[in-house]
């Protein structure tokens, strides 16, 4: 038991759509990420998406709507719905998801998630 930083893991790298990997939660993975630009539209058959933005605003696009997400907001988006987060400036995300769920929904275009 540790606590963690989230300011000094995001601190650790710069790439955009790179999750990184900071703690095991329930067999979820507890991950920060930055956002810049447009992640393509996917799904997630199987499990909802957890979106927790720490600093900036993003929008998460969905098949019919588009929502804002600001700094201490969170979004959850249910499984089996498309969707897509953008940003127009970086956005620093909090991401929760269970143990070897791609971040794209399909592991064949997944980024990998290198624990720091």
């Known amino acids: 038991m540790k606590t963690i930083n989230l300011a000094e893991k995001l601190d650790q790298f710069t790439s955009h759509w790179d999750p990184h990997v900071i703690a095991d939660y329930n067999e979820n993975d507890v991950m920060v990420v ?15 998406d957890f979106f927790l933005v720490l600093h900036g ?33 970086e956005c620093k995300v909090l991401l929760i998801e269970p143990k070897g769920e791609p971040n794209t929904g399909d592991a064949a275009t997944a980024a990998p998630k290198p624990r720091i």
């Open 57 to 89: 605003e993003m929008v998460m696009d969905l098949e019919n709507s588009a929502h804002t997400v600001r700094a201490g907001e969170l979004f959850v988006v249910p499984k089996g719905v498309t969707h897509r987060p953008r940003a127009t400036h």
């Open 34 to 48: 930055r956002f810049q630009g447009e992640f393509p539209f996917h799904l997630h058959e199987n499990t909802d």
